[in-house]
């Protein structure tokens, strides 16, 4: 039987997706595809693709079969739409829906006949643990050189990432976007460090964060380096977005320091932080 994990959302969704098709395959041996049907047609966060950071995926086959009810026309959005009202996430034998992205891996996932098709997020610190080795590889393959250029020069600060655009607006209680208050005090828990700040609004940063010279902001010229700079540097003050916290997971670094705001994301709980082992605090 074969496994397709649908790809959709920005970088950090599309690195959660990736992961669990790798965990599905290379741990549990099931036969399984990446299929971009619908990526490719959303063309979500500027078409940042997990393409563009990880190179050609050899061990994972890529797909771009189009599949009823996995499309971005009317009739699948209806369809979806009616599933999330319903709050049916399980189809038997046909579909894993992770429409709030707060399944369980073991109860929703592991515990059932395995469907032909997954759908949604699937952040499960687990599959990302499994993973890590496998997309640090692929990462340092394709920006070895990169990697290397800016790690020299940031790779002792700590990382401040600050998610604004669609976190502003957005009436989910998992995109919250960060305060001053929650930077400034997260700031205070790394005295005499320097600071790189990563944001997707720099203006609004450079015209509300602390007027210190320990702040310096990245000028990355796409989504794939600011990325980049984040893995680089040693330790974190996170939002509450995937893709900071991915950065700080591919760090590789063992004694990394991460702060990380009060979320109810599946992949920021205490049994996730726990799992993942890091030195972490909540501000």
């Given at each position: ?45 500027s078409s940042v693709s997990f393409f ?232």
């Amino acid at each position: 039987m074969s496994v397709n994990v649908l790809v959709q959302g920005g970088l950090g969704n599309q690195l959660f997706q990736v992961a669990w098709a790798y965990y599905l395959k290379d741990k549990l041996k099931f036969d399984v595809n990446l299929n971009v049907h619908l990526f490719y047609q959303q063309r979500q966060h500027s078409s940042v693709s997990f393409f563009s950071l990880l190179g050609e995926l050899e061990t994972i086959p890529i797909s771009e079969e189009r599949i009823l009810t996995f499309n971005d026309d009317l009739l699948s959005k209806i369809i979806r739409f009616s599933l999330r009202k319903m709050k049916i996430n399980h189809v038997p034998n046909i579909l894993i829906y992770d429409y709030d992205a707060l399944s369980s891996l073991d109860d929703d996932c592991l515990k059932i006949p395995m469907p032909n098709y997954h759908y949604g997020y699937f952040q499960f610190p687990d599959a990302a643990l499994y993973s890590s080795d496998f997309l640090r590889v692929s990462i340092a393959n394709k920006h070895g050189n990169l990697m290397g250029d800016i790690g020299n020069n940031i790779s002792d600060h700590v990382g401040i990432h600050i998610r604004r655009g669609d976190f502003v607006t957005s009436s989910s209680k998992l995109h919250v976007a960060s305060d001053i208050e929650y930077i400034s005090n997260a700031i205070e828990k790394f005295p005499g460090r320097r600071f790189m700040v990563f944001s997707d609004d720099i203006d609004w940063c450079k015209k509300h964060l602390p007027k210190i010279s320990s702040i310096d902001y990245f000028s990355g010229k796409s989504a794939i380096e600011d990325f980049i700079g984040l893995m680089c540097c040693q330790d974190y003050i996170l939002s509450g977005s995937t893709f900071s916290w991915w950065a700080a997971i591919l760090n590789g670094n063992k004694s990394t320091k991460v702060i990380i705001p009060n979320s109810d994301a599946q992949f920021m709980s205490e049994q996730s932080n726990k799992k993942i082992g890091w030195n972490y605090e909540r501000v």
